[in-house]
């Protein structure tokens, strides 16, 4: 299946693939260090996703399912992360600087060595 990640403000294409769900289509811009700034990933069901070092800065992944994603090192800096869902995420070492997270869940998630100046909560 043919999947689209576009931009969230303008609805520009960002990234391109075939792949069998929208997941699939993440990790592989991720792991084909696709720029993913602004992208709109809101509501997206990322659970156990592998994004370590997405560059995700000002991306909209709000009421996204992120339980037990890995996202070390990713910047996440000024994203919409409101009402995510985050439990069990590895978010070690990630640029959340300015990142939206009011009622996001960060239940059992690892913020070691988080950048978390300027959240929003």
């Known amino acids: 299946m043919k999947f689209e990640i576009k931009n969230r403000y303008d609805g ?3 990234f391109e693939c075939e792949t069998p769900n ?6 592989l811009a991720v ?15 990322l659970d156990g996703a592998d ?6 800065v000002w991306a909209n992944l709000r009421g996204s399912d992120l339980n037990g994603a890995d996202l070390g090192s990713a ?12 439990d069990g995420a ?3 070492g990630a640029d959340l600087s300015a990142a939206n997270l009011r009622g996001a869940d960060l239940g059992e ?6 950048d978390l100046r300027k959240i929003k909560i």
């Open 75 to 86: 910047k996440l800096r000024g994203a919409d992360l409101s009402a995510a869902d985050f």
């Open 22 to 27: 929208f997941k699939m289509a993440v990790e």
């Open 109 to 114: 998630a690892c913020l070691v060595g988080a």
């Open 12 to 14: 520009s294409v960002i």
């Open 90 to 92: 590895n978010l070690r």
């Open 51 to 56: 994004l370590r070092g997405a560059d995700l």
């Open 31 to 45: 792991k084909n260090k696709k720029n993913l700034s602004k992208a709109n990933l809101r509501g997206a069901n």
